[in-house]
């Protein structure tokens, strides 16, 4: 689906969330432009981070996603074909600051993956930089049941697709099933299934904490607003500083 990924999700406002960051770095007083982005998908935040003169190194999981994030930017950003989980594998020194965005984070199913995910951002964050990381996937707010449609349509290409969700204990299932008009092709896809791991906002902020991440905070859905915002649809940014280890 990555070909269609920035026509499904054409609303989002990324360049607002990447002004919202920068304005969350500058108050926590980081000023380093070197950054690592986890998750970046079709590269839509990466090219808002160098728009704004930010060094990006960008890694995903799908090489799918990454040919079109590298078409998309092309300089300014290096793309790396890699799993959060393990970073060590592709990524080596410290950034100034590490984000992980549009819920990629929820990728992570296990309270064990979870912490392998955050010791590894954690690990590649300078002493003196700073995490942030969003989802709207949390164990309060996951629509067990939901049923929704969305339509989109840029003039060329026109496609449905229909979600439906459900919850299997802590993992939030999201099957997608589209019909995508493309020029003369009609592709019919069902059952694109996401799976989700659904944690307390305290979870992620705990598994912080442990592995050394100092300060943690939780902002309320791309505002200054402090505290978790576990509302259907609505975001929690979580951010942390690296100053653990510069203290030991
Ligand atoms: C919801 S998309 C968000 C993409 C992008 N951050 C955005 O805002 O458009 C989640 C992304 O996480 C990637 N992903 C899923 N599991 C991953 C993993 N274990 N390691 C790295 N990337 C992963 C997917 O390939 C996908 O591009």
């Not at 944690?199 to 300060?215: A, I, N, S």
Request: net charge positive; aromatic share 12%.
């Amino acid at each position: 689906m990555a070909r269609y990924y920035d026509r499904i999700y054409w609303s989002k406002d990324y360049d607002g969330e990447v002004a919202f960051l920068v304005a969350l770095f500058r108050r926590y007083g980081v000023a380093g432009r070197r950054l690592l982005e986890i998750g970046c998908g079709t590269g839509n935040h990466t090219r808002a981070f160098v728009a704004r003169g930010f060094q990006v190194t960008a890694l995903d999981l799908s090489e799918d996603v990454l040919r079109i994030a590298r078409r998309k930017v092309r300089h300014g950003a290096r793309f790396v074909q890699g799993d959060m989980r393990d970073l060590d594998a592709k990524i080596e020194g410290r950034y100034d600051v590490v984000v992980c965005l549009f819920s990629t984070i929820s990728y992570n199913l296990t309270r064990s993956d979870l912490k392998k995910t955050l010791r590894g951002f954690y690990d590649h964050v300078k002493d003196d930089g700073m995490v942030v990381f969003d989802t709207h996937f949390t164990k309060k707010g996951f629509l067990d049941g939901y049923r929704g449609e969305d339509i989109f349509d840029d003039g060329k290409i026109i496609g449905a697709r229909l979600s439906t969700s459900k919850r299997r204990g802590d993992v939030g299932e999201i099957s997608f099933t589209y019909l995508i008009k493309d020029g003369r092709k009609v592709i019919t896809l069902r059952n694109d299934v996401h799976r989700l791991g659904l944690f307390v906002p305290e979870e992620f902020l705990e598994t912080m904490r442990d592995v050394g991440f100092e300060k943690t905070e939780v902002y309320s859905d791309w505002t200054f607003r402090k505290g978790s915002n576990t509302a259907p649809f609505k975001d929690s940014v979580f951010v942390g500083r690296g100053i653990a280890r510069g203290m030991r």
